[in-house]
């Protein structure tokens, strides 16, 4: 018995790598966690001697959380690696990424060709 396989061309798609839509999805997860922690009254202070930052939760806590680049002390981020702290530290310092920036500008160089009076 002979098995016939017909192959089609596939249509190419314009959907970006998938390392690009795991990048995209990772920033607006931060994005949107930080926007939720900014909503629950969640602050990130600096202590002014250490220059620390730490985050303070809306709730009466005898507590503060350390965040830095590398993470956050609470349980939540010890657990699953990331919280809301973390990320809205990351959001308020700068360090979310813009998930669709602009594409690199390509200069070209030529020969003037013309030359607009002044
Ligand atoms: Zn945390």
Known sequence: MTAIFQL????RRSRPPLDE???RHRIETLQR???Q???AGVRI?????????????PV?????????????TCRHF?????CG?????LSQTGNIPDPDPDPDVTVIFGDVIAQVPA
């Open 21 to 23: 839509l795991t990048r």
């Open 33 to 35: 966690m930080a926007t």
């Open 85 to 89: 702290h973390h990320a809205l530290f």
């Open 45 to 57: 202070l600096v202590d002014r001697r250490t220059g620390q930052h730490v985050a303070l939760e």
């Open 37 to 39: 922690a900014e909503r």
């Open 78 to 82: 010890g657990v699953w690696g990331r």
């Open 60 to 72: 009466a806590s005898p507590y503060c959380l350390l965040v830095d680049i590398t993470g956050c």
């Open 8 to 11: 089609r061309p596939t249509a």
